[in-house]
């Protein structure tokens, strides 16, 4: 199945994310973040997004660690709901386009029974006319034989009179 990718509008992955809108622009400008345009819309891509936010944290825990810092449990509570939140909404887009590609397929596995079903039909139909239409030759050729011999009988008569 081809890689399929989840876009946010911007304004809600600010909020799931916990971050500032400048930050997220930064990471977007620095390639970090996959987003697109359109109109006046910016959407990011929420896998990469993770992938961004996992990034920051570790560098984050890491740099904390070397100087000795006690880490922030809210920080890092808040930092793996946000990551939880994004993840489940990655979850769900791709749960809601396998759902749309069963129906796809159920709808066109319908379509092709039915096409299979008015072909066998249309196939019986034609069954039906070549039957027929050989049974009005073979008639045909019986009245021809009929009238032939009746005007054979005819000019007969007419000969010996």
Known sequence: ?????????LAEFVKLSGLSEAKITELINEGGIKSKKEGDKTFVDATSGVGALVKKVESNL????????????????????????????????????ISAFKNENSFLKDALIS????YDDDKKTMETLRAELERSR?????????YRLMWGKVTDMTETK
Do not use: C, Y
Request: hydrophobic content about 40%; overall charge negative.
């Open 1 to 9: 199945m081809e890689n399929t990718t989840t876009w946010v509008e």
């Open 62 to 97: 890491v740099s904390a660690d070397m100087s000795g810092k006690e880490i922030d449990p809210v920080f890092v509570e808040k930092t793996i709901s946000t990551i939880l939140g994004l993840h489940d909404k990655v979850v769900a887009a791709k749960d809601e386009t």
């Open 115 to 118: 096409m299979q079903e008015v």
């Open 138 to 146: 073979e008639e045909i050729e019986f009245m021809k034989r009929k």
